[in-house]
């Protein structure tokens, strides 16, 4: 079975750094691109960040460009992304998800549970 | 970049009913299109890809539809479980945008 269990969330202060770390089992995991999915309290889905499944190519939403980097170690069956700058407005579950596909043009076909990243003073 | 917009944000039905939610994308997208559920405090799960293949273990009164900038989900016969905020995302390339959600609530 396939399984993702994130870690790494907590409370930092505006301007912080935080790294996630997403755990993964059950696929060949360097076959799929993995991505970062956020959900504010209370509101909508919001795509991060996606890396493919050799980890070359990288993408970003604009929200988070230039301050957030995704990862990975394939040897290790982990993805990761280090936050930096964080911003109040950077507060949601983050979710790890696995595509479909091992490149970008991907759905979502498995999910983790979420790690809580709350920014605040 | 292109954005997905969702209609109606909202709706509440009966059990039965036909529920159809609506997902427009600003510029064409072929079939590159996916639907979630997610329940109450439950993560996300994909219910169709490809605008209109049902993911496999999906009951069957799930429909998805469109081509382009105009895509449609539909219940057939709207269950209690089936109480859900629906996503669409579309996937052709990155950014890969969600929808603003559409909140299904039991009447």
């Known amino acids: 079975d396939v399984h993702l269990l994130e870690s790494g969330g907590g409370l930092i202060q505006p301007g912080g750094s935080l790294r996630l770390s997403c755990a993964a089992s059950g696929f060949t995991f360097s076959s799929y691109a993995m991505s970062w999915v956020r959900q504010s309290p209370g509101k909508g889905l919001e795509w991060v960040s996606l890396?493919?499944?050799?980890?070359?190519?990288?993408y970003y939403a604009d929200s988070v460009k230039g301050r957030f980097t995704i990862s990975r170690d394939n040897s290790k069956n982990t993805l990761y992304l280090q936050m930096n700058s964080l911003r109040a407005e950077d507060t949601a579950v983050y979710f790890c998800?696995?595509?479909?596909?091992?490149?970008?043009?991907?759905?979502?076909?498995?999910w983790g549970q979420g790690t809580l990243v709350t920014v605040s003073s | 970049d292109i954005q997905m917009t969702q209609s109606p944000s909202s709706l509440s039905a009966s059990v039965g009913d036909r529920v159809t939610i609506t997902c427009r994308a600003s510029?064409?997208?072929?079939?590159?299109l996916a639907w979630y559920q997610q329940k109450p405090g439950k993560v996300p799960k994909v219910l169709i890809y490809?605008?209109?293949t049902l993911q496999s273990g999906v009951p069957s009164r799930f429909s998805g539809s469109g081509s382009g900038t105009d895509f449609t989900l539909t219940i057939s016969s709207l269950q209690p479980e089936d109480v859900a905020t629906y996503y669409c995302?579309?996937?052709?390339?990155?950014?890969?945008?969600f929808g603003g959600g559409t909140k299904v609530e039991m009447k």
């Open positions: 490809q605008a209109s």
């Open positions: 510029q064409g997208i072929s079939n590159y």
């Open positions: 995302q579309k996937y052709n390339s990155a950014p890969l945008t």
């Open positions: 998800a696995k595509a479909r596909r091992g490149h970008s043009g991907s759905w979502f076909d498995y």
């Open positions: 890396i493919i499944g050799s980890g070359s190519d990288k």
